[in-house]
């Protein structure tokens, strides 16, 4: 069945370091690939996505490569700052739903 | 535009009581959702809707009931609440099938069951 591994946190970093989230799955067939972002007390929101091999999603400076040689999709950004402080899911979508990571906890410190 | 609401936003139980949890979209979605949130765990999917009067069961349906009679509409529904279903309940919805579309989140609803 389908699945997803993400890279255990909790991850604390400095304001302007660089984040790098690791996410690699399982799957049967082409899934889409997504990342969700949770901040505190609030629901998941879609923060990218890609839908084929080799595909980069991007957004709010954020960027995931779909590799489908490595089974990967991770998480990069080059500069984080405070309000990126929350909790991140890799994601995989199949027919019917979704199947995520267990989520990683960042902590951006000024 | 709303997007997703779910109420209430808190709510303790005693071991044994029933509840609904309520969840209404106003994005005309078909397709909607139904998950817990566990500490370290993911979210487990509990059950879905494909359209209104079409569901069926997630990952983790045991203990838990839905309805579908409207599109805006899917209550989620405990029975014999037991200190297991302790967690925070999502409900989503999406305009197609999840190997394609966004899931939209509604805010959530923290249950206790003591």
């Known amino acids: 069945g389908n699945s997803v591994t993400q890279m255990e946190g909790p991850v604390t970093l400095s304001e302007e370091a660089f984040l790098t989230i690791n996410c690699t799955y399982t799957a049967t067939g082409y899934p889409s690939l997504f990342w969700y972002v949770q901040y505190p007390g609030e629901g998941l929101q879609l923060l990218l996505k890609a839908t084929k091999a080799d595909d980069k999603g991007s957004n709010k400076g954020f960027e995931a490569t779909y590799r489908k040689e490595t089974t990967s999709f991770h998480l990069e950004k080059g500069s984080v700052q405070v309000s990126d402080s929350a909790v991140y899911f890799c994601a995989l979508g199949g027919d019917y739903k979704l199947s995520f990571g267990a989520g990683t906890t960042v902590t951006v410190r000024a | 535009n709303a997007g997703v609401t779910q109420t209430p936003k808190f709510r303790i139980l005693k071991i044994g009581q029933s509840m609904t949890l309520q969840c209404t979209q106003d994005m005309n979605h078909n397709y909607m959702y139904w998950y817990r949130q566990d500490p370290g765990m993911g979210l487990k999917l509990i059950y879905y809707?494909?359209?209104?009067?079409?569901?069926d069961k997630g990952e983790v349906p045991n203990g838990y009931n839905v309805s579908r009679s409207t599109t805006e509409d899917f209550p989620l529904r405990l029975e014999l609440a037991a200190p297991s279903q302790t967690s925070v309940y999502f409900c989503?919805?999406?305009?197609?099938?999840?190997?394609?579309?966004?899931?939209?989140f509604g805010p959530g609803t923290r249950l206790t069951v003591l």
């Open positions: 989503a919805s999406s305009p197609g099938t999840s190997g394609r579309s966004e899931q939209f």
């Open positions: 809707s494909v359209g209104a009067g079409i569901t």
